[in-house]
């Protein structure tokens, strides 16, 4: 039986011992300060005393911080089949160039000159993902998918504004199955959002869609394949809807590994796309983090000659053939600015380049093919299993990942989608995306990617009708899950309460010291 | 011809035929190609096309193949070790522990997502607490998010927020402020219809001008005051902070406070200057300079529940599970895009949740004695480049009054670009030319001495520019 470590291992803060210490840093030398004389700072803002930092040893740290991670788990632990998050292998050759030690001295003022390495490999992936997604010009400036959307609702807004019928346009249109992203990266664009449902087919209900678009429509935001795993059918039909009523199509491009090699959204006639390069380009993820999200444009005008792509966020890197050298240009007078000071998360897109280098074309697209055939071989092994039930067109293929829902268990046992959540990580199995999409009751999102085995994704739906088994024999042992893993339950209701609400050790001890009040 | 014959990749364990052929049958279709039947066949690509698009090498590379291409590229950079760039910016060069890299690498760390399950993540959540317990600290402000982007988006995702709190369209910054800064503020501030304005600062010290300050805000709409201390453009501590962080407070807005983090351990913390909004770029805490990133936004509030239910990102929170022992989990989730949609605080998600584990490992490190010894070093290391750059005929350094730790304005006798450029060619880099941000000259430079930097670092960058300057 699986068991994950559970140490009691207190806060690093709770390990502190006056004097103690786990780094020496450099110091200057005595002739330095022999000229340079004591150090003084102005006196209203000298700190005095020291900040309650932990005082330990550098083999505590190094246990400390081995244990946690021993508490966690990731793809290198076992299988992580998040639904649209994209948990595939994290293949190592690639950490040989992001982590390399001689980068960490690389400041992001060089000359060009003096960094031609990295500016081609930055250059080249953003070449290929031009290609890859039929694009026609990229940056790799956004630090997340979030950044990449937030870019395009910016260059949406900055088109019509350049046009002259921003005032017009104050609707963004996203399909009630998207990301909380789209909604909330149109918000921060000043937009207003008007969602629409989606039809029983799982394609976006185009009736609906037809009374949406008119002349306040500034843009549409859509995942293809979407959150379902389903190929949106009318996706033409969509884009000639859009772009007849002046509006910008934007492909959200979390889930391009379904297609990728298949399909591509420019072909689809979209106009902006974003990729995360922590999804199908294999840069891990890091516990949420640091990401990546390139985003491409079409060379569409917006006014005399000035394109989309003159309105991408920057800097970008291009090439200069007169001079033979890579150069970053900063952004330029119609971009929409940078959403960052520097160029990129320039690790995580070195981490690609080695990636698709290893991949190729072909690579990529057995990736996307042998993802596809994994979620369709999981279908087939729930296919009318007791417990769960497939919403949407159950007869159409899915593409990367495929949502099931834990409805009738419910119904029959009181066992909730949280509660199969919470049985699988007592199999040493991560658990699905749950809850999302909204428009699925008890959703379970499940998305194996091409890194899967055959005899892991027969081991999920082996658990998942074990669950429902258990459920039925008896219904109040869901509840007591999961018992293998580091912590039971978690209570959240305490987490959560203005009285107990604890984000940081400091709060804690404030308020034992009667210093805080309930969060108000 | 492919290295790999046509249906296999290690990365791929079901790509072997023969597996593939039994999960196909298992679903009930005789090809691949019939699981995309729904893609219109206008657009749909066949596997020739794809495959002459111009993608890596057009093929497959090998491990061996793949690592000669990393070479390759790692060789055609010149990597400035000996002497470190005297450059910072809002980065800077700075010692990091091995054991920060060793300690993230970790594949149960590195290979993780989001948090989404507590009970099996609860290792990874008590690391980023501690790293909002430590910033916390280190701050006085008592919640921290698990971070953001990096300091710049911060100041965007902060401005956003003063607007949501206050309700007001109008945010004040320093003149000198950081132009990349201010430049991503301002794209997030186009997106949230924010309109930006600049203070004047004293020409002497680099102090913001309080009187001009007053009188912007007596025009009553202000939702924030934005300043950097100690600035990452100017390098000066400003001495008016508090005094305007009390004006801003008067006239109903935020006072929202940019700073370098071991600049802490020896200065006063926003939370004792009375911010509403700490913000900065955790980039100095064990990350390394990486031409770009990551880096790490830092982003904290007092105590206040109108500004933590705005607060943008991820925040996680101490509580205890079904059997009564302390536990972590993902808290005030309803201010995030994934349950709030349109309404959310923010579009974040992926944050920089690796990272912010590396800023705790090198606070943990570092404790209060070493962190208080990185900034002495810093200031050290600065003053004594200051003073001896000063006795060099025509260098004026420090050019600005103000005190400083590690960065600080020189004014040359010659044009900055040039004088960088010829240090450049003698294989050190040297600081920002200020030339074309208004408030300074062509001859000034921004030059950043940190802890990295040594005496003799520092005697060879001043013989060198001596000997540029014709000395």
Known sequence: MWRQSRWNEPLITEMSRRGR??????????????EVGP?????????????????????????????????????????????????????????????????????????????????EAIYMVQEWLRHITGMDACTVHPAAGSQGELAGVLMIKRFHEMRGDLDKRRVIIVPDSAHGTNPASAAMGGFQVVEVPTGDDGNVDMEALKAAVGGDTAGLMITNPSTLGLFEENILEISRLVHEAGGLLYYDGANLNGIIGRARPGDMEFDIAHVNLHKTFSVPHGGGGPGSGPVCVKRVEVVDGVTLEDLLPGPRVVYSREEGLYRVRPPGRWSVGRLRAWIANTLAVLWAYAYILAMGPQGLRLAGEVSVVNTNY???????????????????????????????????????????????????????TIYFPLIVEEALMIEFTESETKENIEAYAARLKEIAEEARRDPSTPRKWPRNTTSARVDNVRANHPRTVTPTWRVEVLRRQGKLGPLR | MLVYPQLEHPWIPNSHKAILDEMLEAIGVSSVDDLYRDIPPTILLSPEEWDSLPIGEGRPLSEAEVLARINDILSRNKYFTDPPPFVGGGVWPRYVPSVVKALITRGEFLTAYTPYQAEISQGLMQALFEYQSLVAELLEMEVVNASLYDWSSAVGEAMLMARRVTRRNRVLVPETMNPLHLETATT??????????????????????????????????????YMEYPSSYTGVIDENVEAAGEAVHKAGGLFILG????????????????????????????????????????????????????????????TVDAEGRRAFAMILQTREQHIRRAKATSNITTNEALMAIAAAVYLSLLGPQGLREVAEASWYMSHYAAKRLSELRGVEAPLLEGEFIMDFTVRLPMDAG??????????????????????????????????????????LLVNLLDSVLGG
Request: contains cysteine.
């Open chain 1, 39 to 119: 150090l003084k700072l102005p006196q209203s803002l000298a700190r005095g005393s020291p900040p309650s930092l932990p005082e330990v040893s550098e083999v505590e740290v190094v246990r400390h911080y081995t244990r946690l991670s021993q508490m966690a788990y990731g793809v290198d632990n076992g299988p992580v089949p998040l639904g649209s998050c994209t948990m595939k292998y994290n293949p190592r050759v690639a950490a040989r160039l992001a982590f390399d030690p001689r980068l960490e001295t690389l400041h992001p003022l060089q000359d060009d000159e003096t960094v031609q390495g990295v500016l």
């Open chain 2, 259 to 318: 700073v370098e983090p071991v600049s802490m351990a020896i200065l006063k913390p926003p939370g004792r200057l009375g911010a509403d909004i700490a913000v900065g770029d955790g980039q100095p805490l064990g990350l390394g300079l990486n031409y770009g990133g990551p880096y790490l936004g830092v982003f904290a509030v007092r105590w206040d529940g109108r500004l933590v239910r705005q607060m943008p990102g991820r925040l996680i929170g101490m």
């Open chain 1, 378 to 432: 999981f279908i087939r092994l729930m296919e009318g299993h007791w417990g769960y039930s497939l919403p949407y067109a159950p007869s159409r293929p899915r593409k990367h990942e495929v949502v099931l829902s834990a409805k009738p268990l419910k119904r029959e046992t009181g066992a909730t989608a949280e509660d199969v959540a919470k049985g699988l990580l007592d199999a040493g199995l991560y658990a699905p």
């Open chain 2, 188 to 225: 997030y501030a186009y997106g949230g219809g924010i309109r930006v304005e600049k203070v004047r600062v004293d020409r002497e010290t680099g102090f913001i001008d309080l009187e001009d300050l007053e009188s912007r805000l007596s025009q009553g709409d202000t939702a924030a005051l």
């Open chain 1, 21 to 34: 210490r786990g780094a020496l840093p450099p110091r200057p030398d005595e002739k330095v300060v022999k």
């Open chain 2, 418 to 459: 040039v004088a960088r450029r010829r240090l450049l060619e003698k294989g050190v880099l040297a600081g920002i030319p200020l030339g074309g941000f208004s408030f300074f000259s062509d001859n000034d430079m921004l030059l950043t001495v940190t802890e990295a930097h040594t005496r003799r670092h520092v005697d």
